[in-house]
């Protein structure tokens, strides 16, 4: 049987880092509110360094650690809601930098459940496809997207890229089970424009694009659709939550990850977080949180990994370290 195993992950943030104290001179807000409602204390922000640029460094990382040369690549599918150019598409930019001159490219957009939609895509096409090697990055400049003035958004985004190669591999497979889903009901809860919505016919007012949400009801979609997403793979896997020894959730709210912990009944202290540090970076976090976590994880650790976002989307993956 055919598995897929993972050969490399990278990470790249961008320089400048922003905390919530800085936050509070540019809107009614303080830090203690951002903590205690998001869990972040500060987050990257780009000022010079581009989508691509961030997802370049990230795949080159991963590229290293892999021990492939870049040719070996067949597939790159960025997730990502803030590309630098709708054409070409990141991926095709990330190929051109790192030399994955036979890769077949495209972007993939859903939101802050992209990395998990892009891992279901990838390892599909490997499946079907015969794929030996594919990056699935998670880029993002949401930093960009941000109405500045906006206390209800401008405190949770982030900028970063994380990234991940998966191989086929005869002998290991690590990728268990992947579940992903969407709510089209709530397609209106996060939105963001694209940049060119009115062309010069038109007279109104042209507004700058940028993200808006409904934090609210989006905090009550991630807190019931998540457990319920994470404990279908666990039961599709044959397996009981208890035996699941790391949650690696989108970081889009420590409050939603202590509230998923609690409907699983799973210790808190089992959810890997780097919120604090990088906010909300949408398909970039769980592959940045991968990342992260990857020091504390041991051979043969059962790892969740799930993401829930605009769409409204959702996906959960178990994988095996
Ligand atoms: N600083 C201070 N006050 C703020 C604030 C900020 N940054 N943002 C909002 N507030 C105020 C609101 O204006 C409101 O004031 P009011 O009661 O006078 O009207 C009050 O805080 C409560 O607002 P509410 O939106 O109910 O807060 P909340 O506890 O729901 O927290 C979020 C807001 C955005 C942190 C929370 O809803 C959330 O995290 N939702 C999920 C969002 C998310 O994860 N999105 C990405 C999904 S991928």
């Given at each position: 049987m055919m598995g897929i195993r993972i050969v490399g992950l990278g990470k790249k943030l961008p320089e400048m880092c922003l905390t919530n104290d800085e936050i509070a001179t540019m809107v009614d807000t303080s830090d203690e509110w951002i903590k205690t409602r998001t869990g972040i204390e500060k987050r990257r922000v780009s000022v010079t360094e581009t989508t691509h640029q961030l997802a370049t460094q990230a795949a080159l990382e991963a590229l290293k650690e892999s021990?492939?040369?870049?040719?070996?690549?067949d597939l790159v599918i960025v997730a990502t809601v803030s590309p630098d150019t709708n054409m070409p598409s990141t991926a095709s930019l990330v190929a051109r930098n790192i030399g994955a001159v036979k890769a077949r490219c495209f972007d993939l957009s859903a939101a802050c459940s992209g990395f998990i939609f892009a891992s279901e895509v990838a390892i599909s096409m490997m499946k079907q496809s015969h794929y030996k090697n594919v990056l699935v990055i998670g880029a993002e400049v949401l930093s960009t997207r941000l109405d500045w003035s906006d206390r209800g958004t401008c405190v949770i985004f982030g900028d970063g890229a994380g990234a991940v190669i998966y191989q086929q591999s005869t002998e290991i497979n690590q990728i268990h089970c992947i579940e992903i889903g969407t709510d089209p009901e709530g397609a209106e809860l996060i939105l963001l424009p694209t940049?060119?919505?009115?062309?010069?016919?038109?007279e109104g007012e042209i507004k700058r694009p940028v993200i808006s949400m409904n934090g609210r009801q989006v905090y009550a979609f991630s807190t019931t659709k998540v457990p319920e997403s994470i404990k279908q793979v666990v039961d599709k896997s044959g397996l009981a939550v208890e035996e699941i020894d790391w949650f690696i959730l989108h970081q889009a709210n420590s409050r939603i990850m202590d509230s998923v912990a609690r409907k699983l009944n799973v210790?808190?202290?089992?959810f890997i977080k780097n919120i604090a540090e990088y906010g909300n970076t949408s398909a970039a976090s769980i592959p940045m949180a991968l990342y992260d976590a990857r020091k504390q994880l041991k051979p043969g650790d059962k790892i969740i990994l799930s993401g829930f976002g605009a769409g409204l989307t959702w996906g959960t993956m178990l994988l095996e370290w």
């Open positions: 021990g492939l040369e870049a040719e070996e690549i940049q060119t919505e009115k062309n010069k016919f038109y210790p808190k202290e089992r």
